[in-house]
T-cell receptor
Framework: NAGVTQTPKFQVLKTGQSMTLQCAQD?????MYWYRQDPGMGLRLIYY???????DKGEVPNGYNVSRLNKREFSLRLESAAPSQTSVYFC???????????FGQGTRLTVV | GIQVEQSPPDLILQEGANSTLRCNFS?????LQWFHQNPWGQLINLFY???GTKQNGRLSATTVATERYSLLYISSSQTTDSGVYFC?????????FGTGTRLQVFP
């Protein structure tokens, strides 16, 4: 969807390595989200940010950290990757809490 | 937290058939959206519909907020409708997804 850009699109990590998934939006969204989607399953909320400088845990936050340093960007960090974190990660944004959310194209992460 | 259930989990149709997908949620909501995830994994916005009825071409959706459910109707299905359909709801700022309905449309 236009306006929410995720990088990288694909990544392979070795167990124990760290990395940061980047998400940027140009639609002036206040709220931003990180989800993971495992094969054959729905999307589960990892962390979200209702506004610049604030973050809150979602359904599955363990093993992740996030940073919302400015309104445009919301990053997701894996400090020590584990095979259980192999998944597709989606970032989303929306203007306020009571409006439509828009998703990025996803990042496919494999941890070996 | 709010629970979201979708039914049926799987649906197989022949091209031209109609279908109804259901989303039940456990609490009152401020936001409800329907998404289509295509075979390439992209999430496409279909409807933002916290209440009422909307139509877009062959697709329409109805949300009855007081009874905590939403329905997505697909008429005259096409092979390009294949994929997974998700509803997502929230009553705070957490947008929570259902488990989805996987639709396969055959020619």
């Amino acid at each position: 969807n236009a306006g929410v850009t995720q990088t990288p699109k694909f990544q392979v990590l070795k167990t124990g390595q760290s990395m940061t998934l980047q998400c940027a939006q140009d639609m002036n969204h206040n709220s931003m989200y990180w989800y993971r989607q495992d094969p054959g399953m729905g999307l589960r909320l990892i962390y979200y940010s209702a506004s610049e400088g604030t973050t809150d845990k979602g359904e599955v936050p363990n093993g992740y950290n996030v940073s919302r340093l400015n309104k445009r960007e919301f990053s997701l960090r894996l400090e020590s990757a584990a095979p259980s974190q192999t998944s597709v990660y989606f970032c989303a944004g929306r203007p306020t809490g009571v409006t439509e959310a828009f998703f990025g194209q996803g990042t496919r992460l494999t941890v070996v | 937290g709010i629970q979201v259930e979708q039914s049926p989990p799987d649906l197989i149709l022949q091209e031209g058939a109609n279908s109804t997908l259901r989303c039940n949620f456990s609490d009152s909501v401020n936001n409800l959206q329907w998404f289509h995830q295509n075979p390439w994994g992209q999430l496409i916005n279909l409807f933002y519909i916290p209440s009422g009825t909307k139509q877009n071409g062959r697709l329409s959706a109805t949300t009855v907020a007081t009874e905590r459910y939403s329905l997505l109707y697909i008429s005259s299905s096409q092979t390009t409708d294949s994929g997974v359909y998700f509803c997502a709801v929230d009553n705070t700022d957490k947008l929570i997804f259902g488990t989805g309905t996987r639709l396969q449309v055959f020619p």
